[in-house]
């Protein structure tokens, strides 16, 4: 099946702590957080406790986002077994729908509005664990109303929204649907996955999207992210890690460091 970041083969192989360590070499990295792969149905708890199990060995990851498809009715069953190891800190399922097969996920683009999806929603408030919201577009009306609807929930938006048009009208309604998710005090947003739409690691695409997230969120809701090891596929951590800071080059020193620290350290108790 093609995928979102086009052929994958270099990376479709297991990517080890140890690797991902020797990539960010000299980045300043100082902790991580591991998000969801989507190992086969039925094995999100298998994914959790194998991540569990390389932090207990080397300190690495310091948080884990794990899976569960909110959708389930079983599902307050497994998030309570995912709270319970210590790594665990959220949940992502991946809900963006896109009118181009080759982009999308779910099956339906309006996932988050099934009584039965929120219903799951509800058991992460319950245990303190937060969303990893991934949307598109034309879905961000719909997810600034159900961050409204759960305030006592914790939101993080994948990719900076995920902007693939980029063309004026769509960084119009990129822009728009960005406000409106801002609107919601318990929405963040991970400066993540730039590259995806573009294969490649472009300074006049990221510094853009970047500064104008920034702009609209607000850096202390905003979470520096680098979507390795799928960036892998185009540039190197190092590259990676210098024009993201080339990026946010003009802001200020809290700023930055709310970007690249603070912000994580609060969604992610690390």
Partial sequence: MPRIFGPYEAIRRDYPI???RADIDGCDVVKSVYVQTNWPAGQSLDEAQWVQSVSDATGWPHANVAHANLADPDCGVLIERLAQLKATRGIRQQIHWHQNPQYRFAPHPEVMNDPNWRRGLKYLAEHGLLFEIQLFTSQMRHGAALARTFPDVVFVLEHAGMLEDMSGTGWKLWRDGMQALAAEPNMNVKLSGLGTFVHGCRADVMGPIIKETVDIFGADR???????????????????????REAIDHLGEDDQRAILHDTATRLYRI
């Fill in 18 to 20: 140890d690797e991902f």
């Fill in 222 to 244: 905003c979470v520096y992210g680098s979507n390795f090891p799928i960036e892998k596929l185009w540039t190197d951590y190092r590259t990676l890690y210098r024009t993201f």
